[in-house]
């Protein structure tokens, strides 16, 4: 839950957001509408109870690294 709303708060991880997924996430509030979507969640409190959706998150999260990873080599 922490890790997610660290993550919406980066630049980085809402540019990410927008050019592989096709999410208008300028803001953080943005951010966190899209990762709830993506994960079927209310709230990303969520995250820590709903299995599902915490899979879903640490898909998303490792894809997010991987891309960085790239984009800053």
């Known amino acids: 839950t922490?890790?997610?709303a660290i993550r919406c708060a980066e630049p980085h991880f809402r540019?990410?957001?927008?050019i592989e997924h096709g999410k208008d996430t300028k803001t953080k509030e943005e951010?966190?509408?899209?990762?709830?979507?993506m994960c079927g969640i209310a709230s990303r409190t969520e995250l820590s109870t709903n299995h599902k959706a915490r899979v879903i998150?640490?898909?998303l999260d490792d894809e997010f690294q991987a891309w960085?990873?790239?984009e800053h080599a």
């Open 2 to 4: 922490a890790q997610a």
């Open 15 to 18: 540019e990410y957001l927008a």
């Open 31 to 37: 951010a966190a509408e899209a990762i709830r979507k």
């Open 57 to 59: 998150w640490k898909m």
């Open 68 to 70: 960085k990873a790239l």
